[in-house]
């Protein structure tokens, strides 16, 4: 069954006020925001760990793109705190799990089918840089291609914010908030933008950090 499949609208959710849904894997649970019901099961979720839950092996033919966002996640590559970015590409294949229990917001088969790069950042490790045609915005860049812009970006507070979706854009609030289009974003909240939008935040009085994602709906994989 589709969640959210049409690409041409504007999704907002507040991720922590959805239900879990049991997992076919004992102890892993799961938030969907949005999914294509189709051979790739393309899919965007919060997905839980619970403590000591192992997912079996398994290959990602379409790669996986992730954010910890508590806990300690752990697999093949290493163990990653919360924080930590990472992209394991289409062919990449993994064992998860985790010992304290965890959450992560993960993205499945939506990379383009020749990228084989990996990316594994703890983002509370790298800095950022003013961004030069916006004022109150720094940017610490995480993955860009010619498909897609991947940053997470510090906003200051009570500051109207333009973030560039042409191309369509997704924004996950990681902490902080900020209103659009009437809205209340809060920390976890989920925000999926059509092509040719214009989008503008206003922060509130803590300002913002958001992960975002631009330009990948111009020609969404596996949609």
């Known amino acids: 069954m589709d969640v959210n499949g049409d690409f041409s609208k504007r999704v907002m959710l507040h991720s922590d006020s959805i239900q879990w849904e049991v997992s ?12 294509i019901d189709n051979d790739a ?12 839950s192992i997912f079996s092996p398994h290959v ?26 990472i992209r394991n590409p289409p062919t990449s294949k993994h064992k998860p799990g985790s010992k304290e229990g965890c959450v992560i917001f993960v993205k499945l088969a939506q990379f383009q089918t ?22 109150g915005v720094k940017v610490t860049p995480l993955f860009k291609d010619d498909h897609e812009d991947v940053r997470v ?9 333009t973030v560039d979706a042409s ?3 997704e924004i996950l609030v990681l902490e902080g908030g900020f209103t659009e289009s009437g809205d209340e974003l809060r920390k976890e909240s989920w ?5 040719n939008t214009t989008f503008v935040a206003e922060t509130e009085a803590g300002g913002a950090k958001v992960w975002i994602k631009s330009g990948h709906l111009l020609s969404p994989v596996n949609a």
């Open 167 to 169: 191309g369509g854009a």
């Open 153 to 161: 970006e510090y906003w200051k507070p009570n500051t109207s914010i």
């Open 191 to 195: 925000l999926r933008l059509p092509i």
């Open 24 to 35: 076919p894997m004992k102890g892993v649970d799961r938030r969907r925001l949005d999914r």
């Open 41 to 52: 099961d393309r899919v965007t979720t919060i997905v839980r760990y619970a403590p000591g």
């Open 60 to 85: 990602h033919s379409g790669g996986e793109e992730f954010i910890v966002l508590e806990g300690i996640f752990e697999d093949d590559y290493g163990d990653w705190p919360m924080g930590s970015y």
């Open 114 to 135: 020749d990228d084989r790069t990996f990316v594994h950042i703890d983002m509370n490790k790298i800095g950022t840089v003013p961004d030069a045609n916006r004022p």
